[in-house]
């Protein structure tokens, strides 16, 4: 919503949106509650909205005749015309509406300063439920269908609270993989342990061992002396004996 009518949210600040069900410019008094509904609510230690733009207060009357007479103020040109016979600090002041009334009329935008401290503290993201509760509050008041709270706190607030969402979703299928990777783990260890059992203690047998002790070697002859190998020796284990075979 906000993105659609007002770009980006601000980086630095906190933004705070209501949507109306008709023409805020049949109504410029909603402007007035709206604000006196968030400054009133003890959460917001400053409120910036069409009726303050450019640090100028605006009657909702003057606003309606405003509009009346020059139309949407997104649609003005950054110098007054010739010919409308409007005061220019009037006139700048209410093409200056066009960063917190959306171009249909139905959106309308403040700027607020967080009581809670800084957008990037803790505490400011700690208290984004709160005002979002409150926020929602002060929509009923002036009729909103959709509200909202937006800018570094609650883009912080969203990112925690999804990051802990996923972590309980995803926490116990991780466990019950560990799990079952274990149990295999663990059976593979059984069935070696329990055929190392049965066979006994493997041994290699004497007629079969290429390495026989030097006393065996002592007095044996190249025509007696066994060779397990069938490729030609030239030498053995024992210095004593030189042994050919194939």
Same mark, same amino acid.
């Given at each position: 919503?906000?993105?659609?009518?007002?770009? %980006?949210?601000?980086?630095?600040?906190?933004?705070?949106?209501? +949507?109306?069900? +008709?023409?805020?410019?049949?109504?410029? #008094?909603? *402007?007035?509650? @709206?604000?006196?509904?968030?400054?009133?609510?003890?959460?917001?230690? /400053?409120?910036?909205? #069409?009726?303050? @733009?450019?640090? $100028?207060? *605006?009657?909702?009357?003057?606003?309606? /005749?405003?509009?009346?007479?020059?139309?949407?103020?997104?649609?003005?040109?950054?110098?007054?015309?010739?010919?409308?016979? %409007?005061?220019?600090?009037?006139?700048?002041?209410?093409?200056?509406?066009?960063?917190?009334?959306?171009?249909?009329? +139905?959106?309308?935008?403040?700027?607020?300063?967080?009581?809670?401290?800084?957008?990037?503290?803790?505490?400011? *993201?700690?208290?984004?439920?709160?005002?979002?509760?409150?926020?929602?509050?002060?929509?009923?008041?002036?009729?909103?269908?959709?509200?909202?709270?937006?800018?570094?706190?609650?883009?912080?607030?969203?990112?925690?609270?999804?990051?802990?969402?996923?972590?309980?979703?995803?926490?116990?299928?991780?466990?019950? $993989?560990?799990?079952?990777?274990?149990?295999?783990?663990?059976?593979?260890?059984?069935? +070696?342990?329990?055929?190392?059992?049965?066979?006994?203690?493997?041994?290699?047998?004497? /007629?079969?061992?290429?390495?026989?002790?030097?006393?065996?070697?002592?007095?044996?002859?190249?025509?007696?002396?066994?060779?397990?190998?069938?490729?030609?020796?030239?030498?053995?284990? /024992?210095?004593?004996?030189?042994?050919?075979?194939?």
């Amino acid at each position: 919503m906000l993105a659609q009518h007002f770009g %980006v949210a601000s980086l630095s600040g906190t933004d705070v949106v209501f +949507r109306l069900d +008709r023409d805020v410019w049949s109504d410029t #008094a909603l *402007l007035d509650q @709206a604000q006196d509904g968030l400054s009133s609510s003890g959460s917001f230690s /400053s409120v910036t909205g #069409a009726l303050s @733009a450019n640090g $100028v207060h *605006l009657p909702p009357e003057a606003l309606s /005749s405003a509009y009346r007479r020059l139309g949407p103020p997104g649609a003005l040109a950054a110098t007054e015309p010739a010919g409308t016979h %409007v005061d220019p600090f009037f006139y700048n002041a209410y093409r200056a509406t066009a960063e917190f009334i959306s171009e249909d009329g +139905r959106t309308i935008l403040y700027r607020v300063g967080l009581v809670a401290g800084s957008p990037g503290s803790t505490a400011a *993201l700690q208290a984004i439920p709160s005002l979002r509760a409150e926020v929602a509050s002060v929509g009923r008041s002036i009729g909103a269908t959709e509200t909202g709270v937006a800018g570094q706190a609650a883009g912080a607030a969203d990112v925690s609270s999804i990051s802990a969402s996923d972590i309980l979703r995803v926490a116990p299928l991780v466990m019950v $993989v560990l799990a079952i990777l274990l149990a295999l783990v663990l059976r593979s260890l059984v069935a +070696r342990s329990t055929s190392w059992r049965a066979s006994g203690s493997p041994t290699w047998p004497r /007629s079969a061992s290429p390495w026989r002790s030097s006393s065996s070697w002592e007095g044996s002859s190249a025509s007696t002396s066994p060779c397990p190998f069938s490729c030609s020796c030239s030498s053995w284990p /024992s210095a004593r004996t030189t042994t050919s075979c194939s």
